[in-house]
Nanobody, 125 residues
Framework: QVQLVESGGGLVQAGGSLRLSCTAS????????MGWFRQAPGKGREFVSS????????YYGNSVKGRFTISRDNVKNTVYLQMNSLKPEDTAVYYC??????????????????WGQGTQVTVSS
């Protein structure tokens, strides 16, 4: 497992942008599939995006396609989520997750081994 720490959340107006960061401990970050999930009050956890260890493969949830972009910097052990054109319905706690298994497997199953504590994103209308 890796230790994950998210940052970058906050309050933004609808139509605005935020960039979330998630920094991982450990020396094997480049072997980890990384993902972002979110959970709004009273709702279940929702898959947002995932990226393979090399960064060559990415997946997105339907609700964020075309607005959010996932990327990673394996030198800095950090994965990013650039969120543009934010909507009030994007309000949620955003969680970073990591797993050493294949991106397709963990994205389909949504079973990641390591999780961060979450960062709040609030989008006002």
């Amino acid at each position: 497992q890796v230790q994950l720490v998210e940052s970058g959340g906050g309050l933004v107006q609808a139509g605005g942008s935020l960039r979330l960061s998630c920094t991982a401990s450990g020396r094997t970050f480049s072997t980890y599939t990384m993902g972002w999930f979110r959970q709004a009050p009273g709702k279940g956890r929702e898959f947002v995006s995932s990226i393979s260890g090399s960064g060559s493969k990415t997946y997105y949830g339907n609700s964020v396609k075309g607005r959010f972009t996932i990327s990673r910097d394996n030198v800095k052990n950090t994965v990013y989520l650039q969120m543009n054109s934010l909507k009030p319905e994007d309000t949620a706690v955003y969680y970073c997750a990591g797993d050493e298994r294949d991106i397709a497997l963990v994205t389909i199953t949504q079973r990641f081994d390591s999780w961060g504590q979450g960062t709040q994103v609030t989008v006002s209308s």
